[in-house]
């Protein structure tokens, strides 16, 4: 296949996720740009579960081991012992209330990076029950990190009152890169709607950005009611 | 199915999306090298991990935990 930078912007962000996945630098997959975005996505889900499985029963160990730990002796060697990636991959074996117990205790840098290596359809539950503020830092620390497709991953698993909190955190540039590579574009409607009072500076945003058409295309997939509405709003900032 | 692309399916577990019959032999060989030295990866960041945390666990539990490991 050509080795190229794929022009799909989904496909980009499935090479990014990929790469993280296999501990690879992005150019190292270029042969794989011409693929559709939904044959990448089933793919790293597969290797995603294949990593995971390998490693079920010494993981599942270090949870049970993990649970006869105070909070604070566990959250030290979610850090100095296992690391961002095998903290995140322990995430989802844990009780919600004591994983986001221990993640009230660790740095928003730590994680930021453990969000790099969470799948987020094995930890909902603790995704859903992390604190806002933590949710939303972590969002803001991912986004200046250049990594909204991370952040991306996460937007279809945060109950409201997260995502709400979230979406402040973001300025308006980094919104519309996270909502370019949603994963889960069922929340596209939510996004809009807790940004109503920001419309106009994200059509501003997005004719400045030089992503106008990318913004059209994300468009589409909105409610009829939200497409009229920010058609009207668009319009009256004048011609793009 | 070419036996490159039976061997990245095993490493996998599962078979390869459709769409993947458009890489080459010598692509699916790199994306199965890619994805075992992965896993191989993080085998030796679990090992080492259980390793450096028994250092930091509280005395009274240790031996629990280490029994736990079979260690």
């Known amino acids: ?240 | 199915m070419s036996d490159t692309a039976a061997a990245l399916a095993r490493t996998l577990g599962t078979p390869l999306p459709k769409d993947f019959a458009a890489l080459t032999d010598e692509e699916l060989a790199t994306l199965d090298r890619m994805l075992r030295t992965a896993a191989q990866r993080r085998a030796q960041e679990l090992t080492s991990g259980i390793e450096q945390s028994l250092q930091h666990i509280p005395a009274v539990v240790r031996p629990a935990v280490r029994k736990m490991f079979g260690l």
Not at chain 1, 140 to 165: D, K, N, W
């Open chain 1, 1 to 240: 296949m050509s080795r190229s930078v794929p022009q799909d912007p989904e496909t980009r962000a499935e090479l990014t996720k990929l790469a993280f996945l296999l501990g690879v630098d992005e150019p190292e997959l270029a042969f794989l740009a011409a693929l559709p975005a939904p044959a990448l996505r089933t793919f790293r889900d597969r290797a995603t579960d294949a990593l995971y499985a390998q490693d079920r029963a010494r993981l599942e160990l270090a949870a049970q081991a993990a649970a006869l730990l105070p909070v604070p002796v566990a959250a030290k060697i979610a850090q100095v012992g296992f690391g961002p990636m095998l903290s995140a991959a322990l995430a989802g074996l844990l009780e919600p209330s004591r994983a986001v117990g221990i993640s009230r205790r660790l740095p928003i840098a730590f994680l930021a990076e453990s969000s790099i290596h969470l799948d987020p359809r094995r930890a909902p539950d603790v995704v859903a029950a992390l604190p806002a503020e933590i949710v939303a830092q972590v969002g803001r620390t991912l986004a200046e990190r250049g990594l909204h497709v991370i952040a991306a991953r996460f937007v279809g698993y945060l109950p409201p009152a997260s995502l709400a909190q979230a979406v402040a955190a973001l300025d308006d540039a980094d919104l519309l890169r996270t909502a370019f590579v949603l994963e889960d574009k069922g929340r596209l409607d939510d996004l809009v709607e807790l940004t109503r009072d920001r419309w106009a500076a994200l059509i501003a945003t997005a004719r400045r950005e030089g992503v106008w058409d990318r913004a059209l295309a994300l468009a589409r997939g909105l409610s009829t009611e939200h497409r009229r509405a920010l058609a009207d709003v668009a319009a009256a900032g004048g011609p793009p």
